[in-house]
């Protein structure tokens, strides 16, 4: 039986802000029980919804320190089983109480480098010793670092193992140095260009990519992408000479959790079989919800997403007078930088009945979005694998995204002679290509309803769960192993 740790800062059910949750939510009940036990450690925020927290049983509490600066912290453990994973949560009130899980990124090192070093410390006292753990983004960078030299010495720790897997490389945890290092306690020839110094700055996740035995991230093209200048986000050296310890895995989603024919937040459930008759119905149930016309042959495109840069919200905000034609209607849900959220409401109110903007964490919403929209637009500037989509090709609906990392991996395109592809796609980041794409796929909605019919049923078709891609981690546990 081998032990497999995940340690993250999210997971659905407990605490969502973006895909992270939805993969460490899904992947770990993936695995075969007979030769996996497979358990999930997450901070205890007090934003967990109270009806989870409630089914929370404390196991037992210590005190921690990292440093000078972070000294007898108390650390409570909790514990709770969901679908026959067990569940652990670190509890500290001083860190993480709070409204959503992160905020001010120096103050996140330090509440993440106490999670890290807690998540080792626990284990002797849950009495778990995993094989592998395995770790998620840069607020769990330090877990490697620590191991290694701080707990590793001990008996308890000789032959565990860690793998990293890259989210998003945009994001780090750095802060100066002097900080850093005051902050977890680290010794000062950690603190090199070699490990974890990343010019003036320690940087967390460098700390996990440097220590860890085996790097993987959420898709081939992103695996290549990030060991280049233009998405390397000045990694891309390190990510280069790590090139034959890491590995791209594409991610999957949970195919019974995003499952039109049984959602319980639709108008009407469909499948492959009748979405013909049936998606019309979401959609004009949308447009009533939203306040659009019910026009049910306009062509509906939304969007569901964080409106930040990656996700190409420049663009949008940018295309929106030339896509909006009267055959188009456009509908948007997210929430995210203020100046982005500001625009696209001033946008909406430029075209009512025609355009609507939701700024909010809808999970019931965006359900219905996804089912009644026809197109879901993703023009993101980098994109390491990208959720929404493959949600959208389960509901049917055609996404049109920019070839990068996941997105070029997971939407192949249409192609009107050989009558194949689920979505469009563009190469260049540029307002033109973006529009290009949009107008033929309009084009092909308006005009070529046949062929659209039969992208959606071949999307709808499509295998996104996670079985080929948990063979991948499973092949990589075995490995390190
Ligand atoms: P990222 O993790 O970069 O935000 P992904 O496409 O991997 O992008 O995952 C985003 C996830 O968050 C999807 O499950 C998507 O449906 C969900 N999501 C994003 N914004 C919202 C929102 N405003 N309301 C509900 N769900 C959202
Ligand atoms: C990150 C990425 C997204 C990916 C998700 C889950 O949030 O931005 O592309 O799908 O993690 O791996």
Avoid at 121 to 138: A, G, Q, R
Avoid at 213 to 232: L, N
Avoid at 346 to 373: T, W
Avoid at 390 to 398: C, E, K, S, V
Wanted: glycine share 8%; aromatic share 14%.
């Amino acid at each position: 039986m081998k032990k497999i740790l995940f340690v993250a800062s999210e997971c659905v059910p407990f605490i969502k802000t973006g895909g992270l949750a939805d993969v460490v939510g899904s992947l770990p009940q993936k695995f075969n029980r007979e030769f996996y036990d497979v358990r999930v450690m997450i901070p205890m925020y007090s934003c967990i919804p109270l009806d989870l927290q409630k089914k929370f049983s404390f196991i037992d509490h210590f005190y921690l320190s990292l440093s000078d600066w972070v000294k007898d912290k108390y650390v409570g453990v909790f514990k709770t089983v969901l679908n026959g994973i067990t569940y652990y949560l670190i509890d500290n009130q001083e860190y993480f109480t709070c409204d959503h899980p992160y905020g001010d990124v120096k103050r996140d090192i330090e509440r993440f480098a106490f999670f890290d070093k807690a998540v080792l410390s626990c284990l002797p006292i849950i009495d778990f010793k995993p094989d592998v753990i395995h770790c998620n983004d840069w607020q769990t960078g330090l877990i490697p670092v620590y191991l290694k030299e701080q707990f590793q010495a001990g008996d308890f720790f000789r032959d565990m193992k860690t793998l990293i897997t890259i989210h998003n490389l945009k994001f780090q945890g750095t802060w100066n140095v002097e900080y850093v290092r005051a902050i977890t306690g680290l010794s000062d020839d950690v603190f090199t260009d070699h490990k974890l110094k990343f010019y003036k700055d320690g940087n967390l996740l460098k700390g996990g990519l440097v220590y860890s035995d085996y790097i993987t991230t959420v898709s081939q093209t992103y695996a290549q992408e990030i060991q280049t200048k233009e998405y390397g986000e000045g990694l891309d050296g390190l990510l280069y000479s790590r090139r034959l310890d890491t590995q791209g895995i594409v991610n999957g989603i949970d195919p019974d959790y995003f499952d039109p024919s049984k959602d319980a937040s639709l108008e009407v459930n469909y499948s492959w079989d009748d979405f013909r008759v049936q998606k019309p119905k979401n959609k004009k149930s949308l447009q009533k919800e939203l306040g659009l016309e019910l026009q049910p042959k306009k062509y509906l495109i939304g969007i569901v997403s964080r409106l930040t840069d990656q996700k190409g919200m420049d663009l949008i905000c940018a295309a929106i007078d030339d896509m909006m034609d009267e055959h188009t209607q456009f509908v948007v849900v997210g929430t995210g930088e203020r100046k982005f959220e500001e625009a696209l409401l001033y946008h909406a109110s430029r075209f009512p009945g025609q355009m609507s903007v939701h700024i909010g964490y809808s999970e019931k919403l965006s359900q219905r979005v996804y089912a009644g929209v026809d197109a879901l637009l993703m023009p993101s500037l980098f994109e390491p694998c990208g959720l929404a989509q493959l949600i959208a090709l389960r509901y049917g609906t055609i996404p049109i995204v920019r070839e990068t990392g996941g997105l070029k991996d997971t939407v192949i395109p249409f192609n009107q002679y050989e009558h194949s592809g689920i979505g469009f796609s563009f190469q260049h980041y540029s307002l033109e290509d973006m529009l290009g794409s949009i107008y033929y796929s309009r084009e092909v909605f308006l005009h070529q309803k046949r062929e659209w019919n039969h992208m959606v049923e071949r999307g709808m078709k499509t295998d996104y769960s996670w079985d080929k891609s948990k063979n991948k981690y499973e092949e990589i546990y075995y490995y390190l192993t």
